[in-house]
């Protein structure tokens, strides 16, 4: 029987710098992860913040390296809390925001309106009222009724992108596909011109570019230079936002694109197609974050029969990437060694589909064991839910040995609140 310990963990997985001390304990952050599950309980999100800081400067600097009139905007929805936009902020990065809430987060933490892009498929008036308030570098009209509530709602001239779905099919899984023919993103191709058009008439709505996202966890470079030569296609603008989309490697068979060679690729094409005296945004999200957050839990039964279940303490309500995008993860118990076990990993939820990882083969895992999830820090916290009244897990920074409450955890009597206890209807 072959035995696993802490020692066979892939740590390239982990945030970088992730390491294990002298009695084979994991340390995120130099912090030890059996001490952060003891003091801030689990589920917990756990996130190197160094790790996090260094990942945004080394976008900000393969930009700006190559493309000096560049901006990185972290893409918020992918991990919207006060405390991660302002290490991206603190790094150099403007932020994109898609919801009133996200901007609000972001000057809560201190970013400068002036670096941040304001996105939305379906922008409530309130949403368009606080970022013309805010004044966000560039509000991006995503389709003809934005330009209208625009253009009522501004008072002064309003620095404006237009997104096109640039009519390129994206190489993902399609719930993360967002540049194709019928995107719900965006302008499509052959209304583009016209959308340009009708911009144009309205006085204060200033036209400074094109926006394109073509989707989510893209791990083949081409299918930026596709995007690139489909805005080519209209007329030249001044700025260029090419939104986010890059893979990052969730198990240890991936491969993805370092940020180095998508930076090259991205402003080799840029140059060829577009020219080089442009603004060029970008907006990662997965890539800026997704290896700098893991996921502690403990395991509270295992079942053992023709499948090994060991259900954790918690599941789809604080990772929904598997259940939506069938996404693999790379669990492990990580608190001690013992014989190895083909494991279905899973959460407390009343669903069949809230599998945190299938097959997975690790220590024979017994009740109590602290697993951790790596590659969590992307898309997880943003879509935790209360699904079974689960409770959003905590967010925990990890520094230098030290930990602090980022977000902490959410209580029943939050849930508790909300309830206005209705008496039962007198009359049925
Ligand atoms: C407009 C826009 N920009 C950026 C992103 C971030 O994408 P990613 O997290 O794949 O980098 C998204 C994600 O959906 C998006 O819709």
Do not use: W
């Amino acid at each position: 029987m072959t035995r696993l310990g802490p020692e066979d963990i892939d740590l390239s997985l982990y945030p970088e710098g992730t390491r294990l001390d002298a009695d084979g304990r994991l340390l995120i952050g130099g912090c030890a992860v059996e001490d952060l599950a003891a003091e801030y309980g689990t589920p917990a999100y756990l996130i190197d913040e160094g790790a996090l800081g260094r990942r945004a400067e080394e976008y900000r600097h393969a930009f700006a390296s190559r493309h000096p009139r560049s901006l990185v905007l972290f893409a918020s929805k992918s991990f919207p809390s006060a405390s991660v936009i302002g290490v991206t902020a603190r790094a150099g990065c403007g932020t994109d925001v898609a919801a009133a809430g996200e901007l609000a987060l972001a000057l809560a933490a201190g970013a400068d309106p002036g670096r941040m892009v304001f996105h939305g498929n379906a922008k409530t008036d309130d949403d368009i009222r606080a970022a013309l308030q805010a004044r966000v570098r560039y509000l991006v009209i995503d389709n003809l009724d934005d330009v209208e509530r625009i253009a009522r709602l501004a008072t002064e001239p309003v620095p404006v992108l237009l997104r096109v779905s640039p009519s390129v099919q994206a190489a993902t899984h399609e719930a993360m596909a967002t540049g194709h023919d019928d995107s719900k993103f965006g302008i499509p191709t052959p209304q583009v011109d016209a959308a340009i058009a009708r911009i144009r008439e309205e006085p204060l709505l200033d036209l400074r570019g094109l926006h394109a996202h073509v989707g989510s966890q893209l791990l083949a470079l081409d299918q930026f230079d596709a995007e690139i030569e489909a805005l080519a296609a209209f007329e030249r603008f001044p700025v260029y936002d090419l939104g986010g989309g890059l893979g990052v490697r969730y198990v240890s068979g991936d491969h993805a694109p370092s940020v180095e060679e998508y930076a090259e690729r991205l402003v080799s094409a840029v140059h060829r197609h577009l020219g080089t005296d442009v603004e060029l945004l970008v907006e990662p999200g997965r890539s800026m974050i997704a290896r700098s957050g893991v996921t502690a839990y403990r395991v509270v039964t295992v079942k053992r029969a023709r499948l090994t279940h060991a259900a954790v303490d918690g599941g789809m309500g604080d990772n929904l990437e598997v259940a939506l995008y069938g996404q693999a993860f790379q669990p492990s118990v990580i608190d001690r060694s013992g014989d190895a076990e083909v494991v279905e990993i899973v959460g407390r939820h009343c669903e069949s589909g809230d599998v945190i990882a299938h097959a997975v083969t690790t220590v024979r895992p017994e009740r109590g064991d602290l697993v951790v999830v790596p590659v969590t820090g992307a898309y997880c916290y943003t879509m935790s839910n209360n699904y079974n009244t689960a409770l959003t897990p905590p967010v925990v920074f990890c520094h230098d040995g030290v930990s602090r409450l980022a977000v902490r955890r959410q209580g029943f009597d939050e849930l508790l609140a909300r309830e206005q206890l209705l008496p039962t209807r007198a009359d049925g």
